[in-house]
T-cell receptor, first 112, second 112 residues
């Protein structure tokens, strides 16, 4: 079975600062890992995904994530936060033939 | 291109009333379809998924049911709503060739 733990339900950064959102996964088989972003009262938008190719994955809006098997982590980063990055972020895991399992989400606040 | 439509966007229903939320996908055939519920502070909970017409898998026991009368149509229903059914309901689809999901814009259900 797969599971995802997002460390920190709320992260606050200043505009221009590094964004780091943490995600650890558990999976008995090689996982596929995803990060989604959700703006208020909207659906989820895919930021990036890891599907066993390169361990450093680049996504939209300047975000990237690195798959670290030894640490069972898939943390999301962005070098410089922008006000428009304020949203809720979800990490998710999926194994072949199974449904996507989400973490509980991390709300990112960006202050000027 | 593929699109997913979900409606209505918002809904306020009294306790004990019926519910029908509809989701349709365009531009693909034989998609896997999913219903998720998002409650405040609880992340996304998978409710139902379907791999084909008439094939429904339920992830959690609840007051809701799902049906797939056509290949690209997925319906979430309830005969009698409870207060605890309030939340943000999201429909999603995926294909076997892409392990990510594409989400609809969601329905905000408030049971009063």
């Amino acid at each position: 079975a797969q599971s995802v733990t997002q460390l920190g339900s709320h992260v606050s950064v200043s505009e221009g600062a590094l964004v780091l959102l943490r995600c650890n996964y558990s999976s008995s088989v090689p996982p596929y890992l995803f990060w989604y972003v959700q703006y208020p009262n909207q659906g989820l938008q895919l930021l990036l995904k890891y599907t066993s190719a390169a361990t450093l994955v680049k996504g939209i809006n300047g975000f990237e994530a690195e798959f670290k098997k030894s640490e069972t982590s898939f943390h999301l980063t962005k070098p410089s936060a922008h006000m428009s990055d304020a949203a809720e972020y979800f990490c998710a895991v999926r194994a072949a033939g199974t449904a996507l399992i989400f973490g509980k989400g991390t709300t990112l606040s960006v202050s000027s | 291109s593929q699109t997913i439509h979900q409606w209505p966007a918002t809904l306020v229903q009294p306790v004990g009333s019926p519910l029908s939320l509809e989701c349709t996908v365009e531009g693909t055939s034989n998609p896997n379809l999913y219903w998720y519920r998002q409650a405040a502070g609880r992340g996304l909970q998978l409710l139902f998924y379907s791999v084909g017409i008439g094939q429904i898998s339920s992830e959690v026991p609840q007051n809701l049911s799902a049906s797939r009368p056509q290949d690209r149509q997925f319906i979430l229903s309830s005969k009698k709503l409870l207060l605890s059914d309030s939340g943000f309901y999201l429909c999603a689809w995926s294909t076997g060739s892409d392990y990510g999901y594409t989400f609809g814009s969601g329905t905000r259900l408030t049971v009063v």
